[in-house]
C-alpha cells in the first residue's frame, strides 16, 4: 500500500512538471479580478472540479490568489504590488500549485505580475542643502542624491533636469547596474555679493505612461573662500561579501582627506547614489567605515554599487564608487548562451536543417550542474545534444511562411539538483518566402458606378488584391487586359493604376450612347516566375439629368400658326389638346410635369401636371376673347431640373372663318414681330439718310452749273462773224458751193463748245475759245493758206478741244450736203 501512494505522488509530480499552465496579470487588479480559468485550461468542467476538492497550496508564501470553485477560475484575492513582493527581480511570479483528489493530481501554476507605472521617482528628501564656497572653481562636481522608483523598464527612472541652470549643469553617468549617477557641476562662478542663496529644483522623470515626475528642492548656500575640496585615496573601492553574512558585517572602509585646514578640513561621509530597496542595506560610520545593514540575497542582487559622497564644511565634495560583490552559495541556475542562430530561413529548406547552436553551463557542481534541455512543444523543429555542452535545434517538417511567418523557439534548461533550477532562453526565426501563391481579389467579380459627363482622369474604383506571399513575392501590379466595347478599345475608355488598383475613366462617359461595359483586371505579383490572376469588373455609367425635355406636340413653327378650336358650348373638363413631351434621359430625370406658366385667362384653362392636357375649368361663355395663348412649362425631376417651353394657341369660336378673321394678326409671336419692326425701322432710316444725300449733292451740282453759265452769259465782248472768202450764201438756197465736213466737240452748254471743219478744198477752221473769253479767232498760216485752194487741212491746237471748266462732253459729228 504505501508503494502505491508512493507512484501515484511520483506521478502527479511528473504531471505537474510536464503541465505547467501559466497567467500574466499585471499589479494592483482589484479584489475579485479574473486570473485565468482554471478549469478550462486543465480541461475539466467546473463540477468535476468540486467532486475532485479542487484547492490551491501555496506552501510557506502569502496567498494572493484564490480558486472560485462556483466558476472553477482562478481570481485575485489580495492586491498585489509587484514593487513589494518582487522589488527589483524580473520576471515577477507566483508559484502554486492546483491539489485535485480522487485521484490524486498535483497542477503548477505560474502567475507572472507584470509592472504598471504606479510609482513616481521619489527623493528621500524634499530639500537639499549645499554650502559652495564662493571661490570654487568652474566644473566642481557636487554629487545629487539619486531619485528611487520602485517600477521597473521603462516605467523607471529615465532622465533628470535641474532649472535654472545659470551656474550648474547636470552630469548623468551610467552605472553597471542600470542606475544613473548625478553630478551637479558648477559651470559659472559663484558671487556671493550677489547672491547668496540660491535655490534649484531638481526633478526626476519616469518613462511610463502616463509620465511621473518627483521632485527635489535645493538650497545652496554660497561660502567665502574654501579652496580645496576633499580627495579620496580610491576612486573606485571593491569589496565583497557572502549573502549568509549577518547585520553590522564590515564590508569596506573609505578614506578622504581635504587639504584645508579647520572646520573647511573636516570631512563627513555620506552614501549618495542608493536604489530604495537598498537604501537600508548598507551604513556608513563617520570615519568611513562601510557596514552591512540587512541581510541582502544573491538571486536578487549580485553586485551593489554605492557612491560615496565626502563633503567638508565649505561644501566642497568628491565621489567614489563601491562595488560590493555578493558571494554567491549553491543555489545557481544553468546559463544559456547563443553561439549561432540562423534569423531568417527559406521555407522551402530540407528537413534537419540547423538553425541555432547553443551552450548550456551551469556554474554548480556535480549533480546540480547536470543540465537536460528541451524546446516548446507543436513547432517544426527539435533540439539534438552534441558534445561540449553543445545543443543543435534542427527542423524536423516542412516550413509554410503563409502559415507561420516566425517562430519563437523557446529553449528550457533545467539542472539535476533537488529542487532542480531551470533557466530559458528565445530565440525568434523568421521564414523567408518562396512566390508558390497567386495574387487572389477579395471578391469574384466587381460593380463600379460612374455618372455621366465625367471629367476625363476622374477615378471610378479601386480593385485590391492580396497575395499571401511576402515583399517582392506580394507585390501587386495591376494590368488591364486587352478586349474591346463596341468595336473600341477598353483602354479608350479606363486605365487601371499599375501600382493601385485605381481604375480610372479615359473618356467622358454619356449614358444615352453607353449603359455599361465589362473589362478584366489581371493581378500579378513581383516574384520569378510571376503568378497571376483575373477579376471581371462591370462598370455601370448612371444617368445625368443633361438633357432639356423635347416637346413633340405642338409643333412650334416660325412662320405659321398652329392654333387648337374651343366651340364656345365646351363643358368644363374639355380636352383642348395635349401637350406631347419626352426627355432622353431615364429614371426620374426622364419624369415630366407639366404646369400652366402664363395665360390671357387663367380662371378658363388648366394643364394636367402628369399628362400635359389642357383643359376648361369652366365653362365657356360668350365674353371669353377668341384668341387665347397658353404658355406651357414642361419641366424634368432632375437635380437641377431641366424645362423647356411652349405656347399654344386656342381658339374660342364656333367656325373656322371667326378663327380666320380673330388671327390674321396674330401670325407671329411677339418676339418675332418686335424683331421685324426693328430691322424695319433700321432700313427706313437708312434709306431716308441716302436719299437726303443725294438730294444735297443734286442741289450743289445745280448751283454749281448755274454760277459758271451765269460767267459766260455776262461777258461784254462782241460776237463777231467771219465768213470765208469762197463762202457765198445763195440767199436761201440752202446750199453750200462744196461739200464740208463738221467735227463738233459739244457739252451740255453750247457757249463752251468747240468746232472744227474741215473740206476738200480751201479749208478754214473755227475755234471757240475754251478760255471763256466769247472772241472767235482766225488762224492762219505764214503762207496765207486761206489764199490756195488745195492747202491741207489746219488742225486746230488740241488742247482748245478740251475745255478746263467743262465737267461733262457731248461728242459727235454733223455732215451738211448743199
Not at 405 to 426: A, F, H, K, R
Request: charged share 20%; hydrophobic share 35%.
Amino acid at each position: 500500500m504505501g508503494r502505491q501512494v508512493l507512484l501515484c505522488f511520483s506521478l502527479a509530480f511528473v504531471g505537474c512538471a510536464l503541465g505547467q499552465i501559466s497567467y500574466s496579470i499585471p499589479e494592483e487588479m482589484a479584489r475579485g479580478s479574473l486570473v485565468g480559468n482554471i478549469a478550462h485550461d486543465l480541461g475539466l468542467d467546473v463540477k468535476r472540479l468540486q467532486l475532485r476538492k479542487a484547492r490551491i497550496h501555496t506552501g510557506e508564501s502569502e496567498e494572493y490568489i484564490q480558486f472560485n470553485k462556483e466558476r472553477g477560475v482562478l481570481v485575485i484575492k489580495e492586491k498585489i504590488d509587484r514593487e513589494a513582493l518582487c522589488g527589483q527581480t524580473t520576471p515577477c511570479a507566483l508559484h502554486f500549485r492546483v491539489v485535485l483528489e480522487n485521484p490524486i493530481e498535483v497542477f503548477p501554476i505560474n502567475v507572472e505580475v507584470t509592472d504598471i507605472n504606479d510609482n513616481p521617482p521619489l527623493f528621500d528628501e524634499e530639500e537639499r542643502r549645499f554650502e559652495i564656497s564662493e571661490s570654487a572653481v568652474v566644473g566642481s562636481k557636487f554629487m545629487l542624491e539619486t531619485a528611487i522608483d520602485p517600477d521597473i523598464g521603462r516605467n523607471g527612472l529615465q532622465s533628470y533636469t535641474l532649472k535654472p541652470s545659470d551656474n550648474f549643469i547636470l552630469k548623468l553617468h551610467d552605472q553597471s547596474d542600470g542606475g544613473k549617477k548625478v553630478e551637479m557641476i558648477l559651470q559659472k562662478p559663484l558671487d556671493r555679493e550677489k547672491e547668496e542663496i540660491v535655490s534649484l529644483l531638481l526633478t526626476a522623470v519616469d518613462g511610463g505612461e502616463p509620465q511621473r515626475s518627483g521632485t527635489m528642492i535645493i538650497h545652496i548656500t554660497v561660502l567665502d573662500a574654501n579652496d580645496n575640496a576633499p580627495v579620496f585615496t580610491q576612486s573606485i573601492y571593491k569589496a565583497s561579501i557572502k549573502e549568509n553574512a549577518v547585520k553590522g558585517t564590515l564590508i569596506t572602509q573609505v578614506s578622504a582627506s581635504d587639504a584645508d585646514k579647520g572646520s573647511n578640513g573636516e570631512v563627513s561621509y555620506v552614501i549618495g547614489n542608493r536604489r530604495r530597496s537598498s537604501s537600508n542595506v548598507f551604513k556608513i560610520t563617520h570615519e568611513g567605515n562601510l557596514l552591512l545593514n540587512e541581510p541582502i540575497d544573491f538571486e536578487k542582487t549580485k553586485i551593489y554599487e554605492i557612491n560615496i559622497e565626502a563633503t567638508d564644511r565649505g561644501g566642497l565634495s568628491d565621489s567614489s564608487k563601491v562595488i560590493i560583490e555578493v558571494g554567491d552559495i549553491n543555489d545557481n541556475s544553468p546559463v544559456i548562451t547563443v553561439i549561432s542562430t540562423s534569423e531568417l530561413i527559406v521555407e522551402n529548406s530540407p528537413s534537419e536543417t540547423v538553425v541555432a547552436v547553443i551552450n548550456v553551463n551551469d556554474p554548480d557542481s556535480d549533480e546540480n550542474g547536470k543540465v537536460n534541455c528541451k524546446i516548446n512543444m507543436h513547432i517544426p523543429f527539435t533540439i539534438l545534444s552534441s558534445a561540449n555542452n553543445l545543443y543543435n535545434i534542427i527542423t524536423d517538417s516542412e516550413l509554410d511562411r503563409e502559415r507561420d511567418s516566425q517562430y519563437n523557439i523557446t529553449v528550457t534548461c533545467s539542472d539535476e539538483g533537488v529542487p532542480s533550477l531551470s533557466s530559458s532562453v528565445t530565440l525568434t526565426l523568421h521564414i523567408s518566402d518562396v512566390n508558390d501563391n497567386a495574387p487572389v481579389f477579395d471578391r469574384s467579380s466587381y460593380e463600379a458606378y460612374i455618372v455621366e459627363n465625367n471629367s476625363p482622369g476622374l477615378s471610378i474604383f479601386t480593385v485590391k488584391a492580396t497575395d499571401a506571399d511576402w515583399n517582392q513575392n506580394a507585390r501587386v501590379s495591376y494590368i488591364l487586359e486587352d478586349s474591346s466595347v463596341n468595336g473600341v478599345p477598353v483602354s479608350s475608355y479606363v486605365s487601371v493604376s499599375a501600382d493601385s488598383g485605381v481604375i480610372h475613366a479615359v473618356r467622358s462617359f454619356d449614358y444615352e450612347q453607353i449603359k455599361d461595359f465589362q473589362l478584366c483586371v489581371k493581378a500579378q505579383d513581383g516574384g520569378s516566375p510571376p503568378l497571376s490572376s483575373n477579376v471581371t469588373v462591370k462598370i455601370l455609367v448612371q444617368d445625368q439629368n443633361d438633357n432639356t425635355p423635347q416637346v413633340l406636340y405642338p409643333v412650334q413653327t416660325g412662320g405659321s400658326l398652329v392654333a387648337e378650336m374651343v366651340p364656345r358650348s365646351a363643358d368644363v373638363g374639355y380636352l383642348v389638346t395635349k401637350v406631347v413631351a419626352v426627355d432622353v434621359d431615364s429614371g426620374q430625370n426622364a419624369w415630366l410635369s407639366y404646369k400652366l406658366q402664363k395665360a390671357a385667362d387663367r380662371a378658363l384653362f388648366e394643364v394636367g401636371s402628369q399628362n400635359g392636357e389642357i383643359r376648361t375649368i369652366r365653362q365657356v361663355t360668350d365674353k371669353d376673347a377668341v384668341k387665347q395663348r397658353l404658355s406651357v412649362i414642361v419641366e424634368d425631376n432632375g437635380q437641377p431640373s431641366r424645362s423647356a417651353t411652349v405656347i399654344v394657341n386656342v381658339a374660342v369660336a364656333d367656325s373656322f372663318p371667326e378663327v380666320l378673321s380673330e388671327f390674321t394678326d396674330f401670325t407671329h409671336d411677339k418676339e418675332y414681330n418686335d424683331n421685324l419692326t426693328f430691322y424695319l425701322v433700321l432700313a427706313l432710316a437708312v434709306v431716308s439718310f441716302l436719299f437726303i444725300t443725294c438730294v444735297v449733292v443734286i442741289i450743289s451740282v445745280k448751283i454749281y452749273r448755274w454760277r459758271q453759265s451765269r460767267i459766260l452769259y455776262h461777258s461784254n465782248l462782241p460776237v463777231i462773224p467771219y465768213y470765208p472768202p469762197r463762202y457765198s450764201d445763195t440767199l436761201g438756197s440752202g446750199t453750200l458751193p462744196h461739200v464740208h465736213n463738221y467735227d463738233t466737240c459739244r457739252t451740255t452748254d453750247s457757249r463752251k463748245s468747240d468746232c472744227k471743219f474741215g473740206g476738200a478744198g480751201s479749208q478754214n477752221v473755227l475755234i471757240m475759245d475754251p478760255s471763256a473769253t466769247g472772241t472767235m479767232q482766225r488762224i492762219q498760216s505764214e503762207k496765207n493758206i486761206l489764199d490756195e485752194p488745195d492747202s491741207p487741212l489746219e488742225v486746230c491746237n488740241p488742247h482748245m478741244f478740251i475745255p478746263k471748266k467743262c465737267t461733262f462732253y457731248s461728242l459727235f459729228s454733223v455732215c451738211l450736203v448743199p
